[in-house]
């Protein structure tokens, strides 16, 4: 990924990360842009820069044509060296089109490459197309959180 997609990428980011901690009860709608602007810096404070953060381009196979990011950032764990997917997006013009499932077939060589034994990610609970997709790549799930909403 180069700085001018880097830039578009961070600005999508931001904005949908505000809208899915809306949709999911997280946050209220007042603050969230700066709330999620703020989790973005912490974990890209030097952008393309930032060490163990990789950012790529997600590519049409016949065109080459960009249609998405996907945001994979390298841990240490116990068991070793893991990585995690912040966020994967396809633009909306090009999903439902087996985009994101090549990128993530893709990504597991590059965390061969990395000395990954793993890759996590989260997903929200609302959003059921995801989680069939990483369950159909052999995500498993690894907890759950809950909340319940208290109204005075």
Avoid: C
Avoid at 25 to 49: F, M, N, T, V, Y
Avoid at 81 to 92: H, M
Wanted: aromatic share 8%.
């Amino acid at each position: 990924m180069d700085e001018a997609a880097y830039l578009r990428f961070h600005a999508r980011a931001v904005q949908h990360y505000a809208e899915e901690n809306v949709a999911a009860g997280r946050w209220p709608a007042e603050g969230a842009l700066d709330r999620s602007e703020q989790a973005h810096q912490k974990l890209l404070p030097q952008g393309l820069a930032t060490p163990d953060q990789h950012l790529f381009n997600v590519l049409d196979a016949a065109s080459g044509a960009e249609v998405g990011v996907l945001w994979l950032a390298v841990t240490e764990h116990p068991n070793g060296r893991s990585g995690y997917v912040y966020d994967i997006q396809i633009a909306p013009e090009h999903r439902r089109r087996g985009h994101a499932r090549a990128a993530f077939v893709a990504l597991e060589d590059v965390a061969r490459d990395l000395g990954l034994v793993d890759i996590g990610l989260h997903v929200f609970a609302h959003n059921d197309g995801a989680q069939a997709l990483y369950r159909a790549l052999g995500y498993e799930t690894t907890g759950i959180n809950m909340q319940k909403r208290i109204v005075r």
